[in-house]
């Protein structure tokens, strides 16, 4: 049979892709950017016996999937900007009580109400930086509809695995183009689901390291009983201010994610076996970088792109090695620099390192990026 | 067909011109077996306000997808003729509403120009279906996607009740700028 064949929009694939990894759960407070996840997921939701709420802000919407989550199901909120700043304290928690939630963040341009139609790349250091503490932080970047759709069934998976937040965060480019998607049967793509307790409910304590850095999660509601705090807590979730206990339990949380980064860090290589030039883009720049580098190819310019996928983690082994091997670094982003101060830190001088930054609401097109080429080239 | 095919669809917010550019993507890629792209801006208002709908058609995979050299250009207000006018490529083709459109921009592009909404008010019978007018038009004038795909998408984005009355607005669309082409 032939597959099912859509031309979507990007938040509608992110909302396909949320139902495809089984999401039941959406609570959120609309805002633009981001809106056309929420209107398909509060029809469809219903459908398959979900539940849609839309709550009082974006806060009381982050409270709700950590809720939501912690009876056993799988959830999502999506949200851009301004609502991303609110949601923080509530991100802190999900980290720190090891709650996985989605958080889809189409990004528009900022501060406060910045501009709120306009494409921007900016809230990447806020999806790790954001709320306080050392935390897990795990952001993906799509750049198609068919990625968009494809990454938020990867963020429930990774969110499962790793009882952690996952963000999504296509630029509004990317969540409000649409193009051609084709739908992956069930069964096709892999769905990761938490792991549940082998013990009994007298035995079980729900950050029990006995399990591995990642304990297994009951659900609320079951005869499973276990206390969440936004406490540091010890193994059995109640508060605990030992020393020992709270250097482990931290470690343990950042450790998730950063002894996994093989796992969850994806990326494209393109062009770049004999790459003088790369350009490090991520999202919708990135396709103009590809168009870029095209162009330059055909002029002679050895040129190559290296498309992120994963932001956080972010890719620093495969940043270093592209460092040691070619002459000049292109970041081209929608912001001024966040991405390109990551390329620095992890290139270490050994190569070039050139911005091209822009925050005025217009995309960066490819011949900005082809331009910066033949200068550093 | 060239490798990229940008058209753009421009002017006031509220017109339906997003929907047109939709409408069109789909026909190329949906019923033509084509690659396409559809993209907008437009501005904080739910009404008014310059608005542009891109679509970029190709056999092969689109990488940039917002326009970079347009190929042709619907324009329905005079803000949006000369806020958008000015990437039109040289042998490129404009189509203008000829009532709203005064002052025709200039270059070395074909223009076309004809009362778009005044056909899609009296000849048709409803102003709403300006953008399917303007869409049967583009499709006459770019030649880019079918006229038998083009059509299939438009219907199948009509409620029942409306099918007649778009069927009838892509047409006259299509045979008026064929005319005033000539």
Sequence with gaps: ?377 | MSQRYEIRFSGAGGQGLILAGVIMAEAASIYDGKQAVQSQSYGPEARGGASKSEVIISDTLIDYPKATVVDALLALTQEAADKYSHDLKEGGVLLIDSDLVKKVPAGKFKTVAFPIINTAKNEVGREIVANIVALGAMVALTEVVTKEGAEKAVLARVPEAFVELNKKAFQMGYEKAIAARA
């Excluded at chain 1, 799509?142 to 069934?153: G, K, M, N, R, Y």
């Excluded at chain 1, 992956?184 to 304590?205: C, D, H, L």
């Design chain 1, 1 to 377: 049979m032939a597959k099912k064949v859509a031309f979507l929009q990007g938040n509608e694939a992110a909302a396909q892709g949320a139902l495809y990894a089984g999401c039941t759960f959406f609570g959120g407070y609309p805002i633009t950017p981001s809106t056309e996840v929420a209107e398909v997921l509060s029809i469809e939701l219903p459908k398959i016996g979900g539940k849609f709420i839309q709550m009082e802000d974006e806060i009381g919407a982050m409270a709700s999937v950590i809720g939501a989550s912690l009876t056993g199901a799988k959830v999502l909120t999506a949200t851009s900007g301004p609502g991303l700043s609110l949601k923080q304290e509530l991100i802190g928690y999900a980290c720190i009580a090891e709650t996985p939630v989605v958080i889809v963040n189409v990004m528009r341009g900022g501060p406060s109400t910045g501009m709120p139609t306009g494409p921007s790349q900016s809230d990447v250091m806020c999806a790790k930086w954001g709320t306080h503490g050392d935390h897990p932080a795990i952001c993906l970047v799509p750049a198609s509809v068919q990625e968009l759709f494809e990454e938020t069934v990867r963020a429930f998976n990774l969110a499962e695995k790793y009882r952690t937040p996952v963000m999504v965060m296509p630029d509004e480019i990317v969540a409000h183009m649409r193009e051609r998607i084709v739908f992956p049967e069930p069964g096709e793509m892999e769905v990761i689901n938490r792991t549940a307790p082998s013990v009994s409910p007298a035995e079980y304590k729900p950050y029990d390291t006995k399990f591995g850095d990642v304990p297994p999660l009951a659900a609320f509601g079951t005869d499973y009983r276990f206390h969440v705090t936004g406490l540091n807590k010890a193994e059995d979730g109640f508060p605990t201010t030992k020393a020992a206990l709270v250097q482990a339990e931290e470690e343990r949380q950042v450790r998730k994610v950063e002894a996994n980064v093989d796992d969850i860090v994806t990326f494209e290589e393109y062009e770049l076996a004999d790459a003088e030039v790369v350009v490090v883009a991520y999202g919708s720049t990135s396709r103009s970088a590809r168009f870029a580098v095209n162009e330059a190819r055909k002029q002679g310019i050895k040129a190559g792109l290296f498309r992120i996928k994963t932001f956080w983690p972010f890719p620093d082994k495969q940043i270093a090695a592209i460092a040691g091997k070619a002459k000049a670094i292109i970041t081209p982003e929608m912001n001024l620099g966040m991405c390109t101060q990551e390329v620095q830190r992890c290139a270490q001088g050994k190569a070039s390192v050139s911005g091209i930054f822009r925050v005025d609401g217009e995309p960066i097109n490819p011949g900005q990026i082809l331009e910066k080429i033949k200068e550093v080239k």
